[in-house]
């Protein structure tokens, strides 16, 4: 059979593996904590999930949406812009997505052309690299390293690579690696992406889970000339996952770009899920504040633990991630598999986010503090 053979480049999404050996290991009996796949544990919250079964007796309700997304989310979007980082949108800087996943893959047919480079961060969510190779253009990665605060380094891109691209993405808050940026990174990126004449993409989905006190910054606050663009999703801040609803704003000739990818490859998202979506983003600012209160307490039990353990960890200040380092005298796998078949904890072995993530391993605190603690606390104290 002949197969695309782009696909030779790239290997099943690694969280579906695993989701397969986890169900295999927990029919065998096996007790598992799963600190591996960022899927928040929280529920959903009531007003949301009352919007979206409303929303079923709407007239209309089954057929199929606009393709941009509904006028109503557009407008919710801009006015959380407006209220959280004074960014003022117009609505066709606005677009809506099934969730961000597919916009940061369709994004790439839509900017680049086949066999330009498309500039990713190492490590970095999957997605980039791998869609990179399906559409059939080139990832150029570029490390983020601990010296640096896992903020990308524009000094070492060679020029040849820098003429071919069209587009660079970034993640702050970034997973896995838990680092946060700042108005100087996004300034000096900002720039240096304009001068390059290269889109800039930054994604956003973990934009609110950042820690307590911390300010959520948006690309666009520092894109004067509006030539960039920064995705968002409901997925990790509303515990909306499943629901599959995701925007990107930003520059209008990319999204128009954009949309004509999708018009030809979907047809938006059920209307429902999205009047769940502007309920969403209708909750005051005080549930923030409780997610965060959430996530800031499980992070400083998981933290106490890893040092106890002698883990060593980049103490990142947003996601829900820890990034850790494998115990000396371990190689990735071998640390990854004693935690699942020794104390029954699944994490996410560094190398699943790039090859420069061997040596490292992700914890995702998407489980209760208790759990949190009683897992890690049975591991035995590493050299
Ligand atoms: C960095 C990053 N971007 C985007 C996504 C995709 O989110 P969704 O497609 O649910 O909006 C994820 C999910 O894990 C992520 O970690």
């Keep these: 059979m002949k197969i695309n053979n782009r696909l030779e480049n790239i290997s099943e999404y690694h969280f579906k593996k695993i989701d397969e050996l986890k169900e295999k290991l927990k029919s065998n009996g096996e007790n598992i904590t799963d600190l591996g796949i960022g899927d928040p544990d929280l529920k959903t919250n009531s007003k949301i999930i009352n919007a979206l079964i409303k929303a079923l007796e709407y007239k209309e309700f089954n057929k199929y949406p606009p393709y941009e ?38 994004i790439i047919p839509a900017v680049c052309d086949l066999g ?17 190779y399906l559409w059939g253009s080139k990832p150029y990665s570029v490390p983020l390293k601990d010296k640096n605060n896992y903020l990308l380094d524009i000094s070492n891109i060679p020029d040849d690579i820098l003429k071919s691209s069209k587009l660079m993405i970034v993640n702050y808050p970034n997973n896995p690696t838990g680092a946060i940026a700042n108005a100087k990174f996004y300034s000096e990126l900002i720039k240096f992406c304009g001068k390059n004449n290269i889109i800039l993409c930054n994604d956003a989905a973990y934009s609110e889970i950042i820690n307590g006190n911390n300010k959520p910054i948006s690309l666009l606050q520092y894109d004067t000339k509006r030539l ?18 995701g925007y990107v704003v930003g520059n209008r000739e990319v999204l128009k770009a954009l949309s004509k990818v999708k018009s030809n490859l979907d047809s938006s998202q059920f209307k429902p899920i999205q009047y769940a979506a502007i309920e969403a983003l209708s909750l005051p600012r005080n549930y923030i504040k409780d997610i965060r209160k959430i996530y800031d307490e ?39 598999e004693e935690l699942l078949l020794k104390y ?19 914890i995702s605190l998407t489980i209760d503090k208790e759990k949190i603690y009683s897992s890690l606390n049975n591991l035995k104290v590493y050299n």
């Design 228 to 245: 960039n663009v920064e995705f968002g999703t409901l997925s990790k801040t509303y515990n909306m996952t499943g629901f599959r609803i």
């Design 69 to 106: 997304g509904i006028k109503e989310l557009k407008l919710k979007i801009i006015n959380y812009y407006r209220e959280v980082y004074s960014v003022y949108l117009k609505t066709d800087e606005v677009l809506i997505l099934i969730g961000s996943k597919e916009g940061l893959s369709n």
């Design 116 to 132: 330009d480079y498309v500039i990713t961060p190492n490590p970095g969510y999957p997605v980039y690299e791998k869609c990179s």
């Design 298 to 336: 499980r992070r400083r039990v998981a933290e106490n633990i890893l040092n106890q353990k002698n883990i060593k960890f980049y103490k990142g200040e947003g996601t829900f991630y820890i990034w850790c380092k494998v115990p000396k005298d371990y190689t990735t796998n071998e640390f990854c």
């Design 344 to 362: 029954g904890i699944v994490v996410t072995p560094g190398y699943a986010f790039g090859n420069l993530g061997h040596g490292h391993f992700r």
